[in-house]
């Protein structure tokens, strides 16, 4: 069974958040572990309470981390959750869940202390029903296991291929709302989840969904989708699955700006083509890692299934990539792709040297990615000791797409976090403003509440009243997408 990868070494366990904190007391730790396997020892808790957040990289070199918890909770049964759900809401204690602990806006973070739900020793595929292609998965499971055993037993794909596909979990993809690489031909995972069984916070276990349509009142899946733990504990998911491609094919463009490449994008998914890999990296990206002369923006193009739809799909890009100038330059260049595509190493590397490093990913419409395009890396490289930010589409839509910005910046080590957090207020602001959405596929966490209420606009209030049916105590994730917490305040940023 596949474990957590952590994110970087850990070189201590004090906190770096200031604020207030719920302590456990021996009698609550005493009727945990009756219910549960748990651990308290330090190394643990430590551990189990950081996440990939790219800030909190930088805090555990310095022996810090966001905030320990006083206790991991490992259960192995929909019941054990259960139980420990209702325990934390009697004695009104914090509980967080976490899967894969790959998020990269801190969302595991438990905030407040308390305790960790840590989901991954509930793993494996539950049962498949071949004929309507309908996986049942438990939401530990990562993905290389899941689709390991899908393809060789069934013949089938979920298509759900994140960066993260070997850190991350099931639960974790539906709980934010994950985008794979795949994802212009299979969908976001919103749209692979045909039902789930779900824990409230006062421990009953429901489920939603379960068919492939439904008019009965609004989409219950769609409230869990998201929720970031907030809401429920996801313990099982049914997922939609594909018969495993017969064929593939590959090729890359070079466009003479981002701005013809996203035009090209634009109209190949308005002509009905949707090639499971459609990405454009600027002229910078296209430089650093897609063989790119400087100026050249590369557009690689990737597509699977059916030979039939592939030729047609096919023939759309080319005749749309051409008509627009761009050069094709066959499959080489996707084919490097696909051998560092998931390589997380530079991440660390560049922490470790001191870089303030990150990335962020939003939507919006076509109308309004040109203008989105410039303003953020304009906002961006206005912040002191910025280096670089650059730009690439990774999914599309047929009214608009993805882009995700990766930047960096050099400061000295007394100015790293507000840096960051310039970088942040920088580049996020200039997407709002300019009509994106506060997030793709990364989520909210802790790093992007305080955008949540100018993000949302006053639809917030629905959000916080949900948040109160559903969880009265609030002790689901306290501290998170800028919902009321009866725990008190901790300073972030
Ligand atoms: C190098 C790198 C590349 C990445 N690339 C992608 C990418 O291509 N696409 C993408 O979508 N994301 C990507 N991510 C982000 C991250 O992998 C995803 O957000 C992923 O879905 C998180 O899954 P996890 O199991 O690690 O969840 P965690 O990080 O453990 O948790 C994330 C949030 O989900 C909640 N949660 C987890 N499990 C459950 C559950 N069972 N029930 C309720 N709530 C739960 C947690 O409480 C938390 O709020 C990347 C991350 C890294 C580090």
């Not at 990364?442 to 949540?452: D, P």
């Not at 948040?467 to 972030?492: C, E, Q, R, T, Y």
Request: with cysteine; charged share 15%.
């Amino acid at each position: 069974m596949i474990q957590p990868t952590p994110p970087i070494e850990l070189a201590g366990t004090a906190d770096h958040l200031v604020g207030d904190i719920a302590v456990l007391d021996d009698a609550f730790i005493e009727s945990l572990g009756a219910v549960c396997p748990i651990d308290v020892s330090v190394a643990v808790t430590a551990d189990v309470s950081r996440d990939w957040w790219p800030m909190s990289m930088h805090w555990a070199l310095a022996g810090e981390v966001p905030r320990r918890a006083g206790a991991v909770a490992r259960p192995t049964t929909t019941a054990q959750v259960s139980d420990v759900a209702r325990l934390c809401n009697l004695a009104k204690v914090p509980l967080t869940v976490a899967g894969g602990r790959s998020g990269v806006c801190g969302a595991s973070v438990p905030v407040f202390g308390g305790v960790v739900l840590d989901i991954t020793a509930m793993q494996g595929i539950v049962s498949v029903d071949e004929v309507s292609g309908i996986v049942e998965v438990l939401p530990g499971t990562f993905g290389p296991d899941m689709e390991d055993e899908l393809r060789s037993a069934h013949g089938l794909t979920v298509g759900h291929f994140p960066q993260s596909f070997d850190i991350a979990t099931v639960g974790g993809w539906v709980a934010c709302r994950g985008a794979g690489q795949y994802s212009t031909r299979y969908g976001k995972i919103e749209d692979m989840v045909v039902g789930l069984e779900v824990v409230l916070a006062d421990g009953s276990v429901i489920s939603t969904g379960g068919s492939p349509a439904a008019a009965m009142g609004p989409d219950l899946n769609q409230l869990f989708l998201g929720s970031e733990g907030t809401l429920g504990i996801i313990t099982r998911v049914w997922l939609r699955a594909h018969p495993v491609p017969a064929e593939g094919r590959r090729t890359a463009y070079a466009f003479d700006s981002f701005e013809h490449g996203l035009e090209a994008c634009r109209r190949i998914i308005r002509r009905g083509a949707t090639p499971a890999v459609l990405r454009l990296y600027d002229a910078a990206e296209s430089a650093r890692g897609q063989g790119g002369d400087g100026r050249q923006n590369m557009l690689l193009v990737l597509d699977e299934g059916d030979p039939v739809v592939i030729d047609a799909v096919m023939a759309i890009v080319d005749d749309v990539a051409v008509s627009l100038g761009a050069e094709n330059l066959g499959s080489a260049l996707v084919d490097a792709w696909m051998h560092h595509r998931n390589d997380t190493s530079a991440l660390q590397a560049l922490t470790r040297k001191g870089f303030v490093v990150d990335t962020l990913e939003i939507a919006a419409p076509w109308s309004a990615l040109g203008n989105i395009f410039a303003a953020v890396r304009t906002e961006m490289l206005a912040v002191p000791h910025a280096r670089a930010a650059t730009c690439h589409l990774s999914h599309s839509y047929l009214d608009g797409a993805c882009l995700y910005f990766t930047f960096a910046a050099t400061p000295p080590p007394d100015a790293v976090e507000a840096t960051y957090v310039a970088l942040w207020d920088a580049g996020q602001r200039a997407v709002l403003a300019h009509g994106g959405n506060l997030s793709h596929h990364h989520g909210v966490g802790l790093n992007r509440s305080r955008f949540m209420i100018e993000a949302l606009g006053p639809a917030h209030g629905i959000l916080v009243a949900m948040k109160h049916a559903l969880d009265p105590n609030g002790i689901l994730n306290p501290g998170k997408m800028a919902l009321p917490s009866p725990f008190g305040h901790v300073a972030w940023p």
